[in-house]
C-alpha cells in the first residue's frame, strides 16, 4: 500500500491514505501495524520520516553522536484522532540514518545497551554494509524471538 500511495503523494499524505484505507481491517482483526516511512533527498541530504509508532531510529553523527528520532505517533490500526506527520532530519555528509525492528532489542539486555552497540558499530564501520554484516553477526550469535531488520543508509563525506 505503501509503494503505490507514495508514488503520487508527498511522505504524509501517503502514510495517512494508507491508515485510513487499512484502518476497517486491523480495526475487524483487533490488529495495529508499527510502521516507520522515510524519504531521503539525496541531493541535499534531508530525510523526511514519519514514525507511527515505530521508535526504533535515528541518526548516527559523522562524529559518533546518536541521535534517536523523537516517536509519538500510534501505530496505524490504534485510536489515531490526528493524522500522522513528517518530521526532518538533515542528513550531514558523513551521518549514518539507520532503523532497527524491535528483534534487536532481544539481541541485549537492555535497550540502552543496544543503542550503544549499534552506536559503536556504525561510527567504527568504514560502510553501511560493514554495519549491516556486524548487525548480522549479533543475529548469528544470539537467539532471537522476532526478526532482526536494519536499514542502513550513509551519506558519503564530501
Known sequence: LMRGASRFNDLETAVNRVA??????????STFVTMLAARLDPASGL???????????????????????????LPLGA???????????QLEPGDT?????????????????????????????????????????YSRNHRATDDVTCIVLRRDPV
Open 20 to 29: 485510513y484505507s487499512i484502518e476497517p481491517d486491523l480495526n475487524e482483526t
Open 47 to 73: 530525510l523526511r520520516y514519519v514514525d507511527a509508532g515505530h521508535g526504533i531510529a535515528g541518526v548516527v553523527t559523522g562524529q559518533g553522536k546518536a541521535e534517536q528520532f523523537e516517536s509519538d505517533g
Open 79 to 89: 485510536p489515531a484522532w490526528e493524522p500522522w506527520r513528517a518530521e526532518q532530519v
Open 97 to 137: 540514518f539507520v532503523a532497527l525492528s524491535d528483534g534487536l532489542l532481544d539481541l541485549f539486555e537492555t535497550i540502552e545497551e543496544a543503542r550503544e552497540a549499534i552506536r559503536m558499530t556504525i561510527d567504527s564501520a568504514t560502510s553501511a554494509r560493514e554495519v549491516i554484516d556486524i548487525v548480522a553477526e
